[in-house]
Each structure stands twice: as structure tokens, then as C-alpha cells.
């Protein structure tokens, strides 16, 4: 498995923001107006995304572009399937019109992490994908609940790590409300992917490493720095890393779109 570079776009960045992302990522997370984006967005990103080759993915987020969909939210399972159908479904009719196949959904803020932490709703997304969109991919955080649940009901679950934001020790991300929840500065982004790419470890806030087996790495699009922290990784991924301790075969740079 070659080891894909997601972002989340068409979620406000202006299109010169997209494009220059787009030119360096293989995956596009684009929201599909809970959190951010509309109609005009959704179509802009399709139509990068074919002329350049990346998979076009939905980004469903909470209804409350307030607090970016970021904040606490209480939702249920059936208003989390109807969130779904909405968001999800819009993506997908804007992405056949332009010749697409929908290849993945991945959740934004809120809904993320509240999967991961209720059975119930990690239950009803696995549920409802697999009966609207059973070819579909789940980007889901490494190691966590999501993508096993995904596994069980017989979907693909391509596991997710973040290059831009910091780790708890039991592999969660640190909430952005806390100090140093994202990363600062180039040197620790492109530490972060050697090491993943090397040895298959996340090195936590605390210094503790995490093992864990990703097949998707994530930049935000509202990181600063994030153009050039695409580039950067995209370059990294590119590099070959040699032997790999405890023959990680799994981690491989993308070599192209397919």
C-alpha cells in the first residue's frame, strides 16, 4: 500500500489556495456545506481534481460554521444518517456530473472525533455507507474505532494520520483548544513523516512513540503553512526511504495517482 496525502479543501481557502494544494496532494477531502463550502466550491474542487488526477473525497461536518464544526455538538445516529445522506449525496451528484467517481468520505471536526468516541455512531456511519455507498473508502484516525467497525461490515478503511497536528499517548489528536495542538514549524512536520515513513511511529506530545499503520497522511488547508507543507511532504514521500525498520512494506511513497 502506497502511502496517500489527503487535505481538506473547499472550506473557504481562497481557489489559488486550492489549486496550489491540489498540485502536491493525491487525496481532496472537499466539505460539502455543513461546516464550510457550497455548491460553487464543491464544483470548483471536482473540476481541479479531475484535470489533476486526485481522488475526490466528501468532507461532511457539522451544521454550525460558527465554530468551524469544531466545537461539542450532541447528534444522534438518524440525524448523523440524514447529515450524511445530505452532505455525502450533494458531493457525489456534483462529482458525476464532472465525469467523477466519489472514491472516499472522511468526517471533519466534531463528527470525527465524536465517531470515535460513540459506538452507536461509529455503528450508523459504517451502516449507512456500506448501504448508499458500499464502494466508497472511510478515511478514519489510525487505530481507532472507525475504521474497525468499517472492516467488520466489509468496507475499506484506509487509516489516517495527521502530519500538522499534535498526539495524546493513547493516539488521539490534541484538542486545538490546548497549547501546541498544531504543529509550529517545517523541521517537526518533516520529522514526523521520516519517522512515520521509517520506522511506522508518531512521536506523541509527551515523547512517547506510537506504532501505528496508516495508509493516508493529512495536511489542513487552514495550517498557515499549509502550501508549503504540502510540498514538502509530498517530496518526502516521493524520496525513497531505503530498509525500513521492522520491515514496514506497508509505508511506500505515492508514485503516482492510481
Known amino acids: ?16 489556495r486550492t489549486r496550489a494544494l491540489m498540485g502536491w496532494i493525491t487525496s481532496a477531502n472537499v466539505a460539502c456545506g455543513g461546516h464550510a463550502g457550497d455548491l460553487r466550491t464543491m464544483e470548483a474542487c471536482a473540476r481541479l481534481a479531475k484535470s489533476l488526477g486526485v481522488r475526490l473525497g466528501a468532507h461532511p461536518g457539522p451544521w454550525n460554521r460558527g465554530d468551524f464544526g469544531r466545537g461539542r455538538m450532541q447528534l444522534g445516529p438518524g440525524e448523523f444518517e440524514l447529515l450524511l445522506l445530505q452532505q455525502v449525496g450533494a458531493l457525489e451528484r456534483v462529482a458525476q456530473t464532472n465525469g467523477l467517481q466519489l472514491h472516499h468520505i472522511k468526517l471533519h471536526g466534531a463528527l470525527y472525533h465524536a ?36 472492516r467488520r461490515a466489509g468496507l475499506v478503511a484506509w487509516e489516517e494520520t495527521f502530519a500538522d497536528r499534535a498526539y495524546r499517548d493513547d493516539g488521539t489528536l490534541v484538542p486545538r483548544k490546548e497549547a501546541n495542538a498544531v504543529l ?16 511506522g511511529e508518531v512521536t506523541a506530545q509527551s515523547g512517547k512513540r506510537l506504532v501505528l499503520r496508516p495508509q493516508t497522511l493529512c495536511i489542513h488547508s487552514d495550517t498557515p503553512q499549509a502550501t508549503q507543507w504540502a510540498r514538502v511532504v509530498a517530496k518526502e514521500l516521493h524520496r525513497d526511504p531505503g530498509a525500513t525498520s521492522g520491515g514496514r512494506d506497508a509505508i511506500r511513497p505515492i508514485r503516482g495517482r492510481a
Open 1 to 16: 500500500m502506497k502511502l496517500d496525502l489527503n487535505c481538506d479543501l473547499g472550506e473557504g481557502e481562497p481557489l489559488i
Open 115 to 150: 465517531s470515535e468516541e460513540d459506538q452507536a455512531l461509529a455503528q450508523r456511519y459504517a451502516a449507512v455507507v456500506k448501504h448508499f455507498w458500499p464502494r466508497v473508502k472511510i478515511y478514519a484516525r489510525a487505530g481507532g474505532r472507525v475504521a474497525r467497525l468499517a
Open 184 to 199: 509550529a514549524e517545517t523541521p517537526a512536520v518533516v520529522a514526523r513523516v521520516r519517522l512515520l515513513l521509517e520506522r
